[in-house]
């Protein structure tokens, strides 16, 4: 029967199905836009304060500690913007998928924050976190393999040098994926819509910093028993930089147990967090200067 329709009808018919059409139907205009906002406030308002600090603000006297001493040109920022937003159409359609059709009844959320307490809603957040990191390490792995990555994961390696704009800049195929993350987990774990703001704030936070083009950890933090395992600036900026290795999110458990870490990571960390990370501001010495080669 499918094959007959083209693929507008056949998507047409696949949200009739979920309850999707219903779902504008109903709402009309407005909870759809009003879940857009909310992801796209979320992402411009985090971006855009770490980016005002870092990239304007006393930029002059940050740069020596930037991780790739160079800035992204204008048009980077533009691309990662545009990407960044159709992200958050992407997140809305599936927070509607979520909240609002038919799916819902196959989930573990639940709307009184009282049923399972605060304790939980705290352990339900780790949880989430953690499920996340495995999640994200493999399906990221899984779009380098040279079949999928021109495909859906390119849009995000155009951003060699990112800033705190590229938190978002994925290919729509890549955006479902990474957004996939609520509808699988609340499969199987319990959340509250307050957990799940939670951590849709700490993931923004979390990925800002990631792409954020400085590092916050302090030095030695690297070789700490417990920091060590915290994902950092430099990893993701080196994923970006080089393309392999440093495939982790928040933590490092992933790359450290598959042996994905760079092998350049400590040397690199260790460069960029100590006092004199040898290289100059002055323009003329950026490039042959850089910590990083390219
Ligand atoms: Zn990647
Ligand atoms: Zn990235």
């Given at each position: 029967?499918?094959?007959a329709q083209g693929y ?61 001493p160079r800035l992204p ?153 417990v920091l060590r395992w ?65």
């Amino acid at each position: 029967m499918q094959a007959a329709q083209g693929y507008p009808t056949f998507a047409l018919s696949s949200l009739k199905k979920i309850g999707m059409q219903s779902v504008f139907q109903q709402y009309g205009n407005w909870s759809w836009l009003l879940v857009l906002l909310v992801h796209f406030v979320r992402y411009t308002l985090i971006a855009g304060i770490a980016f005002f600090v870092w990239y304007v603000w006393k930029r002059p006297e940050r740069m020596p500690r930037k991780i790739q001493p160079r800035l992204p040109k204008l048009s980077d920022y533009g691309r990662e913007v545009l990407y960044s937003f159709g992200t958050a159409v992407v997140f809305m359609l599936v927070t509607l998928l979520i909240y609002q059709t038919g799916f819902k009844k196959y989930t573990l959320g639940y709307r009184n924050w009282s049923d399972y307490g605060t304790a939980y809603g705290i352990f339900s957040f780790v949880a989430l976190v953690f499920f996340h990191d495995a999640y994200f390490y493999w399906t990221h792995r899984a779009m380098h393999h040279p079949k999928l990555f021109k495909i859906m994961h390119l849009v995000h390696h155009k951003s060699t040098n990112p800033s705190p704009w590229a938190a978002y800049a994925f290919h729509p195929l890549e955006a479902i994926v990474e957004a996939g993350v609520i509808p699988l987990a609340i499969l199987f774990i319990p959340l509250h819509i307050y957990t799940i703001m939670a951590f849709l704030l700490f993931m923004i936070v979390y990925n800002v910093y990631g792409h954020l083009g400085w590092e916050l950890f302090p030095a030695h933090s690297n070789r700490h028993p417990v920091l060590r395992w915290f994902n950092t600036s430099v990893s993701h900026n080196q994923h970006h930089q080089f393309f392999t290795g440093n495939y982790g999110l928040y933590f490092r458990f992933w790359d450290e147990w598959m042996h994905t870490t760079r092998a350049d990571y400590d040397r690199q960390f260790d460069r960029i967090t100590e006092k004199n990370i040898g290289y100059s501001t002055n323009a003329g010495n950026q490039n042959t200067a850089s910590p990083i080669q390219r």
